[in-house]
């Protein structure tokens, strides 16, 4: 360097142009597309769902699919290059790649890119739990009354900060929107498709977007095409391309992912069953469906009808593949036994689990949901069950991570059969923690109106990220599962969509006014053209649910249901006069009537009739002789007769179910009850509604209900099949009921007076003189009646008392004595197992030395109460024989499951304590168990000599434990 020439740092203006005038230089030289090469490369990030992520190998979401539609327009090939934005954008400035999409318009990118419009400018939205709204945000300002969250460095971050607002950051948008979900921030802020698609994906459709963000110039962001300006061939291609796009496709795609999480929004293109299925659908004829009766808002009985977001799911596959269902209610606790037993041919709401796939078929999930605890802590954060160490924890008894939980917690964790009972528990404070379904806690929680109810956090289990609901199938009709299946893949989004947003929306569960009845010009003109009034087949003898009076008038609960039809349509409606409800079916296959006005869909009837929807659901009983056992199964009855009303829709169902059953075809329900009541027959099938009815007009008291038919009544209108619009029109009609309008009908039905009242006002003034001793004698005689009525109901409740202990309510000795032998002939004449199992308290004298008799009864009363719960079965009978000590006797079919109740029945009076005078006093129980199929030459003491001799042993070797003998083993 020349002494005479001073160096000078140059400053970084100058090194920043020198650096972009060789980077322009360098992409000048670089060689253009060509209009002869039609592969485009593409450059999208890697990880922003819903616009652009890799799923398998292959790239998905919105901005995807509107370069396709570009290349659609253009005859160009894509070839995706999928990587972070600087590895993209550092690419494409390289020229390694051609278009690069989802960039947004800079004044310094406009030196070297050329832009396409805009095909999406994404919106900051704001977004709420419409329970907890938050109100008239207009202003940075007005957010400080809140706590919002928003994903951790965003970059409106500092304007937020700025304005005051208390902020909770999260890394990444599920978190986000988990958060909201489970109320732990009053609102966020976001992307408004992404935030609708995370909350979509992850069954929260309640929360809502609230408005825009007050972000001013930041709550925007505009999604372009670019293109390096060297290469213009290219970009008037691309531009080419993009303003081609049919109006409104963009937006559809739009819709396609903010809604549907990209599965096509098309309507489904039709779905057939092969001939084989269909050969087997119709084979098997009607299946039966258990739902639980409490899992609101996916299944649950309002109104006496079974509904919610899997029953309509049900619906649809019954609607695609000709399946005929009939639904079966009850607790997960009773219903899934039945399932393996065979009672019950498909379980909905049901998790798939290793343990369980050898024993159910299963279905694709239908909804995934997540499970979270619900506490009354407001400190406690849950995120692993170790986090739940020393809290009693409720779950629903058979959920899928009960095993895993119970490894973690142990005795800690309580199952429920209830999931009311479940958040009563959590109200009064008997556990810490209640884990159960979101939707289905905050349905309960708000049901029992339980105050300062928070969500600690979420159960996730390795490969399971929520309670994936499906449908399980019994392994004998596994063809079904796959049917079913097939049948759930071609339920379009927009229909999900549909019922999700019916059960899982905003307004899930508001009383909403029904919406004003339209007919279509069709459905009116059909109407128009009739002169006449419809009319109505009915089952003349089936009060309270209908019947035909004296007159031939229509009557009952179904009556007062097609008066509501005539007055929101102008239809009038006409009964058929019949003397039986064989006549009513035997005029509907000869076309003499237009509807069935209650009646339950069959295979056989489906062929010269169709149904709507069922608007009411009654549950099926079996009547039989009050000295009769009761049945765990219809199979109990063996070849002993049980009748049902001719032509009535269940002689189909029970001719497939339960083929060996000796059904014998009775007139009516009266005609049944009193071949039952005549020993001419053992059993009789019916609804509860009118058994009960009609056992009371009858004074048919030495009848009883024996048990509960696997299958309800699900009641509809029947509509001519030759006759599409009248069917479409009567479905409006029973879509338009109301839940109010099912109640008054069916109270007004359920309080039904038997004895007509009779004024005698006007006999007296014509009869003063002569008529006055007959008239003191038929007072006299109305006395003695209600007298002896009187004298009858308080001869049942001595009868109950007699027979029932005082303190704890269960069986005493006299009701052992009684039932003890019956139960024992049962099980030895049916060649059933018969159990006795001898409960004793452990060291109980000690309670009542230490803290007085009054906390012994207590604990007395604690413990009946637990084995109530435990043993609720029709042939389960429980007794106390004396002090503290109790006896249980049953039949069974599986001994080691009857051990298992046992010995989860011990576990729970371990783990639970009873509260006296500000003490919590626990105790044990020692058990003793004798089972066995009796034979011809055993009797019922063997039982309880072996029971006694167990119950020994389990004292002997230290207490709160279960020791079982057998028969064969020595008294």
Not at 3 to 17: D, E, M, N, V
Not at 321 to 327: D, I, K, M, S
Request: net charge negative.
């Amino acid at each position: 360097m020349s002494a005479g020439i001073a160096w000078q740092r140059p400053s970084l203006k100058t090194i920043f142009h020198a650096i972009y005038t060789a980077l322009v230089l360098i992409l000048l030289s670089l060689p253009a597309w060509s209009a002869d090469n039609q592969t485009v490369s593409v450059g999208v990030t890697a990880a922003n769902k819903p616009y652009a992520f890799i799923e398998g190998r292959t790239p998905s979401g919105f901005s995807i699919d509107v370069l396709r539609e570009v290349a659609r327009q253009s005859g160009l090939s894509l070839d995706f290059r999928v990587g972070t934005w600087p590895e993209v954008f550092g690419a494409f400035m390289g020229g390694e790649i051609d278009v690069i999409a989802g960039i947004s318009y800079r004044d310094e990118r406009a030196r070297t890119i050329q832009f396409t419009d805009p095909y999406h400018v994404r919106q900051i939205y704001l977004m709420h739990d419409p329970v907890k709204p938050l109100e008239d945000i207009r202003s940075l300002e007005a957010l400080s009354a809140y706590r919002i969250g928003v994903v951790r460095d965003v970059y409106y971050l500092q304007p937020l900060k700025d304005a005051g607002v208390e902020l909770a950051t999260y890394d990444s948008v599920p978190s986000l929107v988990r958060a909201l979900a489970f109320g732990w921030v009053d609102g966020i802020i976001g992307a408004e498709l992404t935030l609708n698609y995370y909350a979509n994906h992850a069954g929260f459709r309640f929360l809502e977007i609230a408005g825009p963000a007050p972000l001013g110039e930041l709550s925007r962001e505009d999604f372009r095409l670019g293109v390096l300006k060297d290469n213009q061939a290219l970009y008037e291609v691309i531009r080419e391309g993009l303003a081609a796009i049919p109006e409104g496709r963009i937006d559809e795609l739009f819709e396609r992912w903010q809604e549907y999480g990209g599965t096509s929004i098309a309507e489904s293109s039709g779905f057939a069953l092969s001939d084989a299925h269909q050969r087997y659908i119709s084979e098997i004829g009607p299946v039966r469906i258990g739902f639980m009766r409490d899992y609101a808002p996916f299944s649950f009985h309002d109104s006496g009808l079974v509904q919610g977001l899997s029953v309509d799911v049900m619906e649809r596959v019954s609607d695609l593949t000709g399946l005929q269902v009939v639904p079966v209610t009850g607790q997960w606790s009773e219903l899934y036994p039945r399932f393996l037993k065979g009672d019950i041919d498909i379980m909905a709401n049901m998790s798939r689990t290793e343990e369980r796939l050898e024993q159910v078929r299963f279905t694709r999930p239908y909804h995934v949901i997540p499970n979270v605890a619900f506490t009354l802590d407001e400190n406690l954060h849950f995120n692993d069950p170790a986090d739940l160490q020393g809290l009693k924890v409720a779950i629903g008894s058979g959920i899928y991570y009960e095993n895993v939980l119970r490894d973690e917690l142990g005795d800690n964790v309580l199952s429920f059969t209830s999931q009311q009972a479940m958040f009563q528990a959590l109200a009064e404070g008997s556990v810490d923690v209640t884990l159960a379904a979101l939707p289905n806690g905050n349905y309960w929680v708000r049901q029992l109106r339980i105050a300062g109810v928070s969500i600690a956090g979420e159960m996730t289990l390795e490969d399971m990220p929520g309670e994936d609901l499906r449908f399980g199938v019994r392994p004998a009709l596994e063809p079904l599962a796959s049917i079913m299946d097939a049948a759930l893949g071609t339920i379009s989004p927009t229909e999900m969509r549909t019922i999700e947003n019916r059960w899982l929306g905003a307004s899930a569960g508001r009383h909403q006014p029904p919406a004003p009845l339209r007919f279509t010009d069709a459905e009116q003109a059909w109407l128009d053209q009739r002169n006449r009034p419809l009319t109505l087949c009915v089952d003349p003898a089936w009060l309270p649910l209908e019947g035909l009076d004296e007159d031939n008038k229509h009557v009952g609960i179904a009556a007062d249901t097609f008066a509501l039809f005539s007055d929101r349509s102008g239809i009038e409606f006409t009964p058929l006069p019949a003397e039986t409800w064989a006549d009513s079916v035997k005029a509907a296959r000869e076309r003499k009537c237009d509807l069935f006005s209650m009646a339950m869909e069959t295979p056989e009837r489906i062929n010269y009739m169709s149904f709507t929807k069922p608007y009411l659901q009654a549950p099926g009983v079996l009547l039989g002789r009050v000295e009769a056992p009761f049945i765990s199964t219809l199979d109990d009855m063996g070849n002993q007769p049980v009748g049902v009303v001719e032509d009535y829709a269940f002689i189909e169902l029970l001719e497939t179910t339960n083929p060996e059953l000796n059904l014998v075809e009775v007139p009516n329900e009266k005609e049944g009850l009193r071949m039952v009541q005549e020993r001419k027959l053992a059993g009789y099938i019916g609804t509860l509604a009118t058994a009960s009815y009609n056992m009371q007009k009858l004074g048919l008291a030495d009848l009883k209900v024996l048990g509960r038919v696997p299958a309800d009544w699900s009641l509809g209108v029947g509509v001519r099949n030759d006759e599409p619009e009248l069917l479409s029109i009567m479905q409006k009609l029973v879509a338009s009921l109301t839940e109010n309008e099912r109640n008054t009908i069916k109270q007004e039905w359920a309080g039904i007076k038997l004895e007509q009242s009779v004024d005698y006002t006007l006999l007296l003034l014509l009869v003063i003189g002569a008529m006055a001793v007959l008239g003191l004698m038929f007072y006299w005689n109305r006395k003695l009646g209600r007298l002896n009525r009187e004298l009858a109901a308080a001869n049942s409740r001595l009868a109950h008392l007699s027979v029932t202990d005082d303190l704890t309510q269960i069986g005493n000795r006299s009701y052992f004595d009684q039932e003890f032998s019956k139960s024992f002939h049962w099980c030895q004449r049916h060649n059933m197992g018969f159990a006795v199992a001898m409960v004793d308290a452990d060291h109980f004298k000690e309670i009542n030395d230490s803290h007085g008799h009054d906390a012994g009864d207590r604990c007395l009363v604690a413990l009946a109460d637990t084995m109530r719960a435990h043993f609720r079965r029709d042939t389960d009978r429980l007794t106390r024989f004396g002090g503290e000590e109790f006896v249980i006797f049953t039949s069974f079919s599986d001994r080691e499951e009857l051990i298992s109740r046992l010995e989860d029945f011990r576990e729970e009076v371990a783990r639970q304590t009873t509260r006296c005078d500000d003490q919590n006093i626990g105790f044990t129980v020692s058990i003793g168990l004798a089972t066995g199929i009796p034979g011809k030459d055993n009797v019922p003491p063997e039982f309880l000599r072996r029971a006694d001799k167990a119950l020994y042993l389990a004292k002997k070797n230290g207490r709160n434990r279960l020791e079982a003998l057998t028969l064969e083993e020595p008294a």
